[in-house]
């Protein structure tokens, strides 16, 4: 029998990270020592409390499915969340509770996005965004996020790639993998652009409790806003849950029906057990210190980071404002970055991944995730300092 998949799935990429954890994991069978710098997973347990609740929901019995949406415990918890957050109401009825926080976006894209709509997404960023809007069959329209703009895209060059055919807008502050966070102004700009040409916004905060500053509102507590914007969200980060797949979005309550059937005609919902769990990471009085603890230790390791790998011949490095990625120039080894990357992991047992599996513009970068102990990245700045100043010679000195 001779396979023929169909040609969408030719229009569907894949997470680099996974691919390059894969090849570490090959390594390290074969008793090779590996720093994994790769995977954006916070090396922390989630936290006890949380564990117990849902431990509690089994023996319990909430072992059953759920309305497609979420419970409304559940439900009503993320919306007290967000509501404290942005200052704005948010409703039960707003909010959908899914497998995962991808399949927001992916629900999104299917419930508002015809075959040949444009929808304009950061460049370097997240792929799956540029992944599963051609999936849907719509035109990726990358804009740059770029490091002499502190990794912050620019809203004018977002109002310059905007067409007749756009229909969707997608943020991502905190940043991945570049750090890079919007300012007041930038929100408030891309906000009257996402008006004056009925956009959609899908505004991607997975990492919004991960920051070392003070984050400005986010873009749907604007006037008109929240009737236009999809938040996607979840608590893999925040609380050290990326294994738990659950993720949630807040939208206007006609596209939340929507995306209710869709779960219904895909994963049904998720987990009871894990839904509940979220109760007791979002209400908690436990969860607010040990997320500080969590925070205190990354920026830690940022600065750790950050600070070793600027004094490597070659490197230079802008200091990542939040989330748990930083995201060098690598430019001035005179390697090009994924060969860089290859050879970090082969030659030097370090896994990183090379910029431009992030996009065009992730060209000459390396991305790094602090996600291990503080000696960890020791061990791996030694391994990587040893590499850079013995391959070859290096065209310029980083800073």
């Not at 849902?54 to 949406?69: I, L, S």
């Not at 509501?83 to 299917?110: D, E, T, Y």
């Not at 839904?275 to 920026?299: H, I, K, N």
């Not at 290859?342 to 390396?366: I, K, P």
Request: net charge negative.
């Amino acid at each position: 029998m001779t396979l023929h998949f169909a040609s969408r799935m030719d229009r569907l990429g894949t997470e680099s990270a996974f691919e390059v954890l894969a090849q570490a994991r090959r390594l390290e069978a074969e008793g090779r020592s590996v720093v994994h710098l790769e995977i954006g997973e916070p090396d922390f347990a989630t936290p006890p409390h949380i564990v117990e609740a849902a431990h509690q929901a089994m023996v319990d019995g909430a072992t059953h499915y759920t309305p497609a949406a979420g419970l409304a415990p559940v439900r009503e918890a993320v919306a007290a969340a967000q509501q404290r957050r942005a200052g704005v109401p948010v409703s039960a009825g707003q909010v959908v509770v899914v497998p995962g926080s991808k399949n927001i976006l992916h629900f999104a894209l299917l419930a508002l996005i015809e075959p040949g709509d444009e929808v304009i997404l950061p460049d370097p960023g997240y792929p799956v965004y540029r992944s599963l809007t051609e999936f849907v069959g719509a035109t990726a329209v990358p804009v740059a996020i770029r490091e002499e703009n502190d990794f912050r895209v620019d809203p004018e060059e977002v109002a310059a790639a905007i067409t007749p055919r756009t229909r969707m807008l997608i943020l991502n502050s905190p940043q991945n993998p570049t750090g890079g966070v919007l300012a007041e102004s930038d929100l408030d700009r891309l906000a009257e652009l996402a008006q004056r040409h009925d956009l959609w916004v899908v505004s991607d905060e997975i990492y919004s409790e991960i920051c070392f500053c003070d984050l400005p509102r986010p873009i749907w507590s604007r006037p008109g806003l929240a009737e236009r914007t999809i938040v996607m969200d979840g608590l893999s980060k925040t609380y050290a849950m990326c294994g738990w797949r659950l993720g949630y979005g807040i939208m206007p309550e006609p596209l939340a029906r929507r995306m209710e059937t869709l779960l219904i005609n895909t994963s049904a919902c998720a987990a009871s057990f894990t839904q509940l769990a979220a109760v007791a990471a979002l209400e908690s009085p436990l969860s607010e210190p040990a997320v500080s603890a969590m925070v205190s230790e990354f920026r830690a390791r940022r600065d750790l980071l950050v600070g070793g790998l600027r004094e490597i011949p070659g490197f230079s490095c802008h200091l990542p404002l939040a989330s748990f990625y930083a995201f060098p120039n690598v430019s001035g080894t005179g390697i090009p970055s994924r060969e860089l990357a290859h050879r970090l992991l082969d030659e030097a047992g370090v896994a990183a991944l090379a910029g431009e599996t992030f996009g065009d513009q992730g060209v000459d970068h390396l991305r790094f995730a602090y996600t291990v102990s503080q000696a960890d990245i020791a061990t791996a700045l030694e391994r990587i300092g040893s590499f850079v100043r013995s391959a070859r010679p290096v065209a310029t000195a980083g800073s």
